[in-house]
């Protein structure tokens, strides 16, 4: 006796879940200690792959790529990075002083804030 397409579907949803056995069902604290076993094994038989400077390198390179690809997990790392930075007081004072030095070296810089200034100011006018 064959199915109807509906009674087919129907069937489909009521298989029950498959369950987890062997490496999947364990802990991830399990699976480490397994894993960890697994590596010190390979290095120890002397068939571990180990990175060269190169490898390495270009390993780096790819994996910055790809996470820089995500504009929000950069601002977020910037914004902490700001933020940090911005709680050591000394350090943004030392930036503040040295922005000023280079500015202050600017005289017609300097002089532009000067005549605006002296535009604003009310010294010596009639209220």
Same mark, same amino acid.
């Given at each position: 006796m064959s199915q109807t397409?509906?009674?087919?579907?129907?069937? @489909?949803? /009521?298989?029950?879940?498959?369950r987890s056995r062997g490496f999947a069902s364990m802990d991830a604290e399990k699976q480490r200690q397994?894993?960890?076993?697994?590596?010190?094994?390979?290095?120890? @038989?002397? /068939?571990a792959h180990e990175f060269d400077r190169k490898e390495a390198q270009e390993a780096g390179r790819k994996g910055g790529q790809s996470v820089s690809k995500d504009r929000d997990h950069m601002a977020s790392i910037g914004r902490k990075g700001g933020e940090t930075v911005s709680q050591d007081k000394a350090h943004m004072s030392q930036i503040g002083r040295k922005g000023g030095e280079s500015v202050s070296q600017d005289r017609e810089h300097m002089s532009e804030i000067g005549r605006k200034g002296g535009e604003s100011s009310n010294f010596g006018k009639e209220p």
């Open positions: 397409p509906q009674e087919n579907d129907e069937n @489909k949803n /009521t298989v029950a879940k498959k397994i894993a960890s076993l697994g590596g010190k094994a390979a290095h120890s @038989k002397g /068939t």
